[in-house]
């Protein structure tokens, strides 16, 4: 008998499959809006704050909306693979737990942006509404399952990394499969 069936009324799935899917709402949102909100909201920003070196608008401009797509899909295998090895490992896996943390503290990050902007930012919608209340949801189960490992500082440090790191990387790779597309 694992640690859910002892000590929770919630299947290991939920939690940690439950990932996979709270991602996907989420980064819907992103998908339907980031092309419109580039081409309104970044010109508005640019003037707006003219102390922002110009490479960062630039690039901010240049992702187009297949490409930005491209991302969401690399993202995703990361999520799904995080999501798997939580639920293989009845959610104590630190690869799935460090993720559950980037993505909710990811969420945050949203919030902030949107208030920076003052304004709508993609994905602000879904991350008050989703990403951080699962977020907490999960993390409640996981410690009444008695997985949860204890929270350090260190661990807002990890999930903001992994986030990050994932985040880059997957817009590498859509950076390098529109080019590759667009050299045929």
């Known amino acids: 008998m694992n640690a859910y069936a002892s000590r929770s009324s919630i299947s290991p799935s939920a ?3 439950g990932l996979f899917a709270a991602w996907a709402v989420h980064d819907l949102e992103e998908v339907a809006t980031v092309a419109r909100w580039s081409r309104t ?3 508005v920003l640019r003037e707006r704050h003219p102390g922002v070196p110009d490479r960062v608008w630039r690039s901010m401009e240049a992702v187009n909306g297949r490409e930005f797509a491209t991302a969401v899909a690399v993202m995703g295998l990361i999520v799904a693979a995080a999501s798997a090895d939580g639920y293989r490992t009845g959610g104590r896996s630190a690869f799935y737990q460090t993720s559950l943390n980037g993505f909710g503290l990811h969420g945050l990050v949203h919030v902030a942006q949107a208030a920076a902007t003052r ?5 602000v919608v879904t991350s008050p509404l ?7 949801w999960a993390r409640g189960r996981l410690r009444r399952a008695g997985v949860l490992r204890p929270t ?8 903001l990394a992994l986030a990050g790191a994932a985040t880059a990387a997957s817009h ?12 045929r």
Do not use: E, K, N, Q
């Open 41 to 43: 909201r970044v010109p």
């Open 119 to 123: 304004g709508y930012t993609p994905g």
């Open 130 to 136: 989703l990403v951080v209340p699962f977020t907490l």
């Open 172 to 183: 590498a790779v859509a950076r390098r499969i529109r080019r590759a597309a667009s050299a």
């Open 15 to 17: 939690v940690t499959l």
């Open 152 to 159: 350090r500082g260190r661990d807002i440090v990890s999930g």
